[in-house]
T-cell receptor
Framework: KQEVTQIPAALSVPEGENLVLNCSFT??????LQWFRQDPGKGLTSLLL?????REQTSGRLNASLDKSSGRSTLYIAASQPGDSATYLC??????????FGTGTRLTVIP | NAGVMQNPRHLVRRRGQEARLRCSPM?????VYWYRQLPEEGLKFMVY????????ESGMPKERFSAEFPKEGPSILRIQQVVRGDSAAYFC?????????????FGPGTRLTVL
């Protein structure tokens, strides 16, 4: 069964700093990996989706990488802003076509 | 093109009552997924449906929970005889095809509180 882990559980950084969020998964036979953002009391906003054949995806200040062989993905956020404060979730799709979520990293960007 | 819609956004029930959560997928999407987020826990898959079919219900509790996605109308997640432990946020997602490379788009969720 797929297990997804995210480290750290919480992170506080000063505004403007670059940061990396980590995601690891136990079953490397994934079809894709998605990164989401969740604001308190709100739904999920999809940030990036990386297909299993891809190594990375970029959207604005966000860059996500995928290393299937090592079971790892990272989300890089450049020049962080207070508006980036949220919980970031990674999720892997395996054979059953449903998403296995990590427990998230709660990010606080301090002005 | 409206996104995934869920209603109600907040639902309060007393123990023993029934809860009905609705999900309207994005236009053109025929695949619906339900996830549950318990307090201080990650999202967990519950059930995957296509129109009139349950494809995978491996994450559904064996009792009191059921889901449907009729030919017409929204998908319904039904919880009978709710208990306090059912209090959670329930999220619905949809995708256009049964393709594991398809992105799933999430609704805003229904927050169920059981008194």
């Amino acid at each position: 069964k797929q297990e997804v882990t995210q480290i750290p559980a919480a992170l506080s950084v000063p505004e403007g700093e670059n940061l990396v969020l980590n995601c690891s998964f136990t079953d490397s036979a994934i079809y894709n990996l998605q990164w989401f953002r969740q604001d308190p009391g709100k739904g999920l906003t999809s940030l990036l989706l990386i297909q299993s054949s891809q190594r990375e995806q970029t959207s604005g200040r966000l860059n996500a990488s995928l290393d299937k062989s090592s079971g790892r993905s990272t989300l890089y956020i450049a020049a962080s802003q207070p508006g980036d404060s949220a919980t970031y979730l990674c999720a892997a799709v395996t054979g059953a076509n449903n998403l296995f979520f990590g427990t998230g990293t709660r990010l606080t960007v301090i002005p | 093109n409206a996104g995934v819609m869920q209603n109600p956004r907040h639902l309060v029930r007393r123990r023993g009552q029934e809860a009905r959560l609705r999900c309207s997928p994005m236009k053109g999407h025929s695949h619906v997924y339900w996830y549950r987020q318990l307090p201080e826990e990650g999202l967990k898959f519950m059930v995957y449906l296509q129109k009139e079919n349950i494809i995978d219900e491996s994450g559904m509790p064996k009792e009191r929970f059921s889901a449907e996605f009729p030919k017409e109308g929204p998908s319904i997640l039904r919880i009978q005889q709710v208990v306090r432990g059912d209090s959670a946020a329930y999220f619905c997602a949809s995708s256009p095809f049964r393709d594991r490379n398809n992105e799933q788009f999430f609704g805003p969720g229904t927050r169920l509180t059981v008194l």
